[in-house]
């Protein structure tokens, strides 16, 4: 069970960054789930946490922006510029400063996660409270499926204690002793990380001007920049799976799913 967070007190703000363009899907912030748009979805759980000060969607899409407000959450255009989540989750908290506004922790909430939940929130909000010398914070799940680790779309992290070491999309770490990999799964050796990120606030503000990194470039994988600059990226386990909508075949799965429910 997650720990209380009274024990520790923090001011943190939700980003849920949200583009229109997609090459795969593209409008995907605005598909219908059942009878609402997958951004409102995402809108709804994290603010239905009550762990936040405030929950603001980031979007460069005026179409995202008039949804949004139509259904009485924050939304804020932002640059058109940006390459990634990350710089429009720090636009915000820069904007949000200048108003007056201070917060201590930034997450950036995926807009394609429509099912995320409060038990993944808080246990990534508290790894600050147990573990202060973490700047960054994500979950990570136990791999219990061979597809799901043998894919290159599924990243896969290692930790040692309470921080992430490595991210990969190659199956981590190798078992040199035991050639198996499904005995490796029953011993629990394979974690899925789960793209969910918090961020110290000044943290945030630094690592926007971080260069690409060597094994950024290799992997894809932008949390390789953080590490590779000497950043403490802390982990905690979530027995919770992520259900991220990233193809039109991925929202008429999840349709099926809620229309059985």
Known sequence: MPKSMDYFNMKSLAVIPARYASTRFPGKPLAKIMDREMVIWVCESVNRSGLFGKVIVATDDSRIQNIVTHHGFNAMMTSENHINGTQRCEEVLRREEMTGEKYDIVVNVQGDEP??????????????????QSQIATLMKRIDNKAVLLSPNVVKVVAGGANALYFSRSVIPYSRENTSIDD????????????????????????VSLKPSFLEGIEALEQLRWLENGYKIGITTTEYESFGIDTPEDLQSLNIKLSKE
């Open 115 to 132: 099912m995320i939940c409060r038990e993944q929130l808080e246990s990534l909000l508290n790894i600050f409270g147990e573990y202060p």
């Open 184 to 207: 490796c799964i029953s011993k629990g050796y394979y974690h899925k990380h789960i793209g969910l990120y918090a961020f110290r606030a000044e943290v945030l503000h630094q690592i």
